[in-house]
């Protein structure tokens, strides 16, 4: 294993934030991404309040990426407040 990585040269060794998270290079499709998650669990939550069977961990698990997707939406959005303001600050 470790010769086959070594094997390749490092030029052709190329990693992007997209290559690590796909949908931080377009705005739009984390948007999409959170919206679709949110409906998901919303989806979930109304099988098991009508007596459809919902696995826990899958529901769980659905509320919990739902969640971290919304407060990474939310702390990107206020960087970018905070960026505005302090550059609405700057004297010229």
């Keep these: 294993m470790i010769e086959a990585i070594s094997a390749i040269p490092a030029q052709d060794i ?3 934030m997209a290559d690590i998270i796909p949908s931080a290079v377009e705005p739009t499709g984390f948007l999409d991404s959170l919206n679709n998650n949110l409906q998901q ?3 979930m939550l109304r099988d098991v309040a009508l007596g ?3 696995p826990n961990h899958e ?3 659905n509320f919990e990426l739902a969640k971290q997707q919304l407060q990474l939406t939310i702390e990107i959005r206020n ?3 905070d960026a505005y303001q302090e ?3 700057l004297q010229m």
Excluded: Q
């Design 14 to 16: 190329k990693i992007g």
């Design 41 to 43: 669990s919303s989806s």
């Design 52 to 54: 459809k069977s919902v």
């Design 59 to 61: 529901l769980m698990l």
């Design 79 to 81: 960087k970018i407040v």
């Design 87 to 89: 550059m609405m600050r």
